[in-house]
C-alpha cells in the first residue's frame, strides 16, 4: 500500500476502534435501535450537502440496486446484529467474531487474489493478536449463543460488503456511495426507531454527544476513508482494519480507564502489526506462491 493508503488504514482503524466505547455511553439513556438509527441519520445530514455541493450524486445513477443493498449487508444488517448479539457476550468474543472479516475477504477473493504463504502467514498472525490482546472470555448469558451467531453473522455480512464495494462500485466518489447507504439506511430504520423513541427530559448530554459522535466520526468520516480505502488499496488489504480495532479499544482503555498494560497486550500488538505487513506485502519470489497452487 502507498503512503495515503496506510494514512486511510490507520484513520478508519481509530475511528472504529472507539464506536464500543461511545456505545456504551450513548445506551444509558437510549435503546439500541435508536442509537443504530441516530447515527445514521447524522452521518446521512452530514454527507448529503457534502455530496450535492460537490456534484458527485449524479454518479449514483443507475446503482441503485447495488447501494441499496451495500446499505443492508454493510450498515442495517451488521450495526444491529452486533448491538443487540453484544448485550448477550463478551466484548472480547465479539472483538474475536468480527476479527474473522479478513480471513472470509481473503477466501471471497480468492480467485482473483490468490493466498500467498506470507498472507496467510498474516492473516494468522493478526488472528492470533487479537486473541491475546483482547483474552477469550466466552461468558455470557443463556441466549450467548444466539449473540455469538449474530456477530459472527455481521462479520460475515462486512467481508460480502468489502467485496461488494472493490467489485462494483470502487469507482463511484466515496462521499456519494457514502451518503446514499447512510441515507436508505436512514429510511430503512426510523419507522422502527419510532417505536423507542425516550421520554422528553430523560436523555443526557453525554448520551447525545456519544450519538453525534458515532453519526460524524464512526459513521459518516469512517465509511468515506474506508471506501476510499478499498479503491486504493483493495479488500483484502481494507478488511485488515478489523484486526487493528481491538488494539485502539486497547489503548482507550490504558488512557481513559487506567487499565494496565499487561505481557497479553504487547505480545497481541506486536502480532497484529506483523500480521498486517505481511499480508499488504506484494508477492515478490517463487516462495510467495498461492498456498493452493499445484
Known amino acids: 500500500m502507498n503512503r495515503r493508503a496506510w494514512l486511510l488504514f490507520v484513520l478508519v482503524s ?32 452530514a454527507l448529503l450537502p457534502v455530496a450535492a455541493l460537490r456534484g458527485s450524486l449524479p454518479a449514483l445513477r443507475g446503482r441503485l440496486p447495488v447501494t441499496g443493498l451495500l446499505a443492508l449487508v454493510h450498515i442495517v444488517g ?43 502467514a498474516g492473516l494468522v498472525a493478526g488472528f492470533a493478536g487479537v486473541v491475546i490482546l483482547v483474552g477469550l472470555d466466552v461468558s455470557g448469558d443463556r441466549w450467548g449463543l444466539i449473540g455469538a451467531g449474530m456477530v459472527l453473522l455481521a462479520a460475515l455480512s462486512y467481508a460480502y460488503a468489502t467485496k461488494l464495494v472493490q467489485q462494483h462500485v470502487a469507482d463511484v466518489p466515496p462521499d456519494a456511495l457514502t451518503a446514499a447507504t447512510t441515507t436508505i439506511s436512514t429510511l430503512v430504520l426510523i419507522p422502527f426507531a419510532l417505536f423507542h423513541l425516550p421520554p422528553a427530559g430523560s436523555v443526557g448530554a453525554d448520551s447525545w454527544l456519544a450519538l453525534g459522535g ?28 478489523t484486526y487493528v480495532n481491538p488494539v485502539v479499544a486497547a489503548l482507550l482503555g490504558v488512557a ?39
Open 14 to 45: 481509530v475511528l472504529w476502534g472507539i464506536p464500543y466505547f461511545l456505545i456504551k455511553i450513548a445506551i444509558d439513556d437510549l435503546s439500541p435501535m435508536l442509537v443504530v438509527a441516530g447515527r445514521c441519520a447524522i452521518a446521512a445530514a
Open 78 to 120: 451488521p450495526f444491529l446484529l452486533i448491538t443487540y448479539g453484544e448485550q448477550h457476550i463478551s466484548s472480547s468474543l465479539t472483538g474475536i467474531l468480527i476479527a474473522i472479516e479478513p480471513v472470509v475477504i481473503a477466501l471471497l477473493m480468492a480467485g482473483s487474489e490468490p493466498i500467498t504463504n506470507l498472507r496467510l
Open 214 to 241: 458515532l453519526g460524524v466520526l464512526c459513521t459518516a468520516l469512517a465509511m468515506l476513508a474506508f471506501y476510499r480505502l478499498i479503491g486504493l488499496a483493495g479488500s483484502n488489504k481494507a478488511g485488515l482494519v
Open 256 to 294: 481513559l480507564l487506567h487499565e494496565p498494560v499487561g505481557v497479553g497486550t504487547v505480545a497481541g500488538f506486536l502480532l497484529i502489526v506483523a500480521g498486517c505487513w505481511l499480508s499488504t506485502r506484494p508477492a515478490r519470489s517463487p516462495a510467495e506462491i498461492p498456498v493452493n497452487a499445484v
